[in-house]
């Protein structure tokens, strides 16, 4: 028998949740949660009691004891930038996430459900590689402007689950490897991996390199600055037009890369540039990422829902493959990469660190 951990994983309307033994899912479950129910309470951590009932009663329905747990794991929220790695979940770590100073997100429920779990139990909690994971380079920080430095928001959970993954599956530490690691989901995330550290990444939320299904990208600063002060948008709408209603949404009127590869097959030319335009942007992002590393690239690693299509991933291949050999892992498992991280730990291939 193996170690038996919670992971739980906050949305904004829904819980993901999963039990695992050791790497093994025993189950798993998404509980959605209505506009209304969620609408009840004036901010996300107030949610914290009802989340948890539905998470228990759940675990009750499965007629799973939560004494068998050994570990608690929660997904990551708006925290303070830190490097990668797996958190003990400590009480300065559940005051940051319930004052919120760095944002309200549903994830910020992750840990603090997990350390209710497991002090009632007197096990351990723990989150894994939250998306302000930082640890660019000194030089990465710079953009071309004092007051506009470059910062790491990225998909890191994923990408730093699918490095050791092909890691592990290679023989090697990821420690020891230089790799690129593109995230292609609803934002999208090229990230630069030296020696276990993610040195330079393009910001997946504010602005930086490729666009995405719904978010502008990199755009181009001067026409952002005109069209700010047109009064054709307040800044609330100005910042959905560049995260949300943005790259795909906004060219075809779908964030799904699968409806726009359909409508391009059918013939729309449109459609047919917009994703083509996509492709090259990322492939663009990932050679530049290959010059921090000085053209020593183990490997490039595709991932996240997109790299599910052939189409894309195949372009993309063409476009690199003379920089490295490429090794797609199409989608994300979170559940699964949480585990793994409080597995590293109980194992002992990696300390715990403390926020």
């Known amino acids: 028998m193996g170690y038996k951990s919670l992971i739980i994983n906050p949305g ?5 949740i999963g039990v695992f033994d050791d790497e093994t899912l025993l189950f798993d479950e998404t509980l959605r949660h209505t ?10 951590v ?3 009691d009802f989340r948890k009932k539905v998470i228990s009663d759940l675990l009750t329905e499965k007629n799973f004891d939560i004494k068998e747990l050994d570990v608690v794991v929660g997904r990551g929220g708006l925290l303070k930038p830190i490097p990668g790695g797996t958190y003990v979940v400590s009480d300065e770590l559940v005051k940051d996430l319930v004052e919120a100073k760095r944002g309200e997100h549903a ?10 779990f497991a002090d009632e139990l007197n096990i351990p909690a723990y989150i894994v590689d939250p998306v302000v994971v930082d640890e660019l380079a000194p030089i990465a920080r710079l953009s071309g402007h004092p007051e506009l430095p470059r910062t790491s928001i990225f998909h890191a959970l994923n990408q730093k689950a699918v490095a050791k993954r092909y890691a592990k599956e290679v023989g090697k530490k990821y420690e020891d490897l230089n790799l690129i690691v593109v995230h292609m989901g609803g934002g999208v995330s090229v990230g630069t991996h030296k020696n276990g550290q993610v040195i330079d990444v393009f910001n997946a939320l504010n602005g930086d390199g490729a666009f995405s299904p719904e978010r502008a990208g990199g755009v181009p600063n001067g026409e952002l600055v005109k069209l700010c002060y047109s009064g054709k948008y307040t800044e609330k709408e100005m910042v959905k037009q560049l995260v949300g209603k943005a790259g795909f949404n906004a060219y ?27 492709l090259y942007q990322v492939s663009k992002d990932i050679g530049a990422s290959a010059t921090v590393l000085n053209g020593k690239v183990d490997q490039i690693i595709l991932t996240g829902g997109i790299a599910y299509g052939k189409y894309a991933t195949e372009e993309i291949i063409k ?8 090794t797609v892992y199409g ?7 949480l585990a793994q991280g409080a597995l590293r730990v109980l194992n002992g291939e990696e300390e715990a660190k403390i926020y």
Do not use: W
């Open 12 to 16: 904004s309307t829904s819980t993901k």
């Open 35 to 44: 506009t209304e129910e969620i609408a009840q309470y004036d901010s996300v």
């Open 46 to 48: 107030a949610q914290k």
């Open 107 to 116: 994830s910020n429920l992750g840990g603090i459900i997990a350390k209710d």
């Open 252 to 278: 075809c009127g779908s964030n799904d890369a699968r409806d726009i590869e359909k409508m391009a097959k059918e013939g729309d030319a449109n459609a047919q540039l917009v994703f083509d335009a996509f």
């Open 319 to 326: 476009r690199v493959s003379f920089i490295a050999p490429v």
């Open 331 to 337: 989608g994300e498992d979170e559940l699964l990469a």
